[in-house]
């Protein structure tokens, strides 16, 4: 079966959803700045001093998870920031299927997927309630593996991305045609 694919981040979100969540979550749960030192553990340790893992670098930052209802709160994030999906973004009006393929975890961006329309999401597998990651971190080659698993069935005609470096193994999935997504503007590659 033929779909079109894309990610999420930067691509069909005009944003960073995982950062945009978490300072979403900080105002109305102030509490949650407690975590900071976690999160600047993980981040430092990831991208500074490369002594920890993206996946451990993620779990970290999300270590806010079990203060919060972060399933309800993803949802109230959506319903302040659905404008903010890139206007050419129209699964409800595709002739084939629509596959969102992300590193953000599913929890986060499934509320709004299934509000547009998206016919499947293949992402991060975090747990809402601890903020742990079932499996790996969505990403680069991650991503082609995790479709393979849970969409077999499809081949993709177009695909869509900001990044051309960590996304380069799905557009190699494209059997058409691959856009690069730059400030919510389309360019075919």
């Given at each position: 079966?033929?779909?079109?694919?894309?990610?999420?981040?930067?691509?069909?979100?005009?944003?960073?959803?995982?950062?945009?969540?978490?300072?979403?979550?900080?105002?109305?749960?102030?509490?949650?700045?407690?975590y900071?030192?976690k999160?600047?553990?993980?981040?430092?340790?990831?991208?500074?001093?490369?002594?920890?893992?993206?996946?451990?670098?993620?779990?970290?930052f999300?270590?806010?998870?079990?203060?919060?209802?972060?399933?309800?709160?993803?949802v109230?994030?959506?319903?302040?920031?659905i404008?903010?999906?890139?206007?050419?973004?129209?699964?409800?009006?595709?002739?084939?299927?629509?596959?969102?393929?992300?590193?953000?975890?599913?929890?986060?961006?499934?509320?709004?997927?299934?509000?547009?329309?998206?016919?499947?999401?293949?992402a991060?597998?975090?747990?809402?309630?601890?903020?742990?990651?079932?499996?790996?971190?969505?990403?680069g080659?991650?991503?082609?593996?995790?479709?393979?698993?849970?969409?077999?069935?499809?081949?993709?005609?177009?695909?869509y991305?900001?990044?051309l470096?960590?996304?380069?193994?799905?557009?190699n999935?494209?059997?058409?045609?691959?856009?690069?997504?730059?400030?919510?503007?389309?360019?075919?590659?």
């Open positions: 079966m033929i779909a079109d694919l894309y990610d999420f981040d930067k691509t069909v979100f005009n944003g960073e959803s995982g950062s945009e969540f978490w300072l979403f979550c900080l105002k109305r749960h102030p509490r949650i700045i407690k900071i030192p999160q600047l553990k993980g981040l430092l340790g990831h991208y500074v001093f490369h002594s920890i893992s993206k996946k451990k670098s993620k779990e970290l999300y270590s806010y998870l079990p203060s919060i209802d972060a399933e309800k709160e993803a109230l994030f959506w319903d302040k920031n404008g903010r999906i890139n206007r050419w973004f129209k699964p409800d009006k595709h002739d084939v299927p629509t596959v969102v393929c992300s590193a953000s975890p599913v929890f986060q961006i499934k509320p709004v997927c299934d509000r547009l329309g998206v016919t499947l999401v293949v991060t597998l975090m747990d809402p309630k601890t903020g742990l990651i079932s499996g790996e971190n969505c990403k080659e991650e991503k082609v593996k995790r479709l393979a698993n849970e969409a077999p069935e499809y081949e993709y005609r177009d695909v991305t900001d990044n470096v960590s996304d380069c193994p799905i557009l999935l494209s059997n058409r045609k691959k856009y690069h997504v730059i400030d919510g503007n389309l360019s075919e590659i």
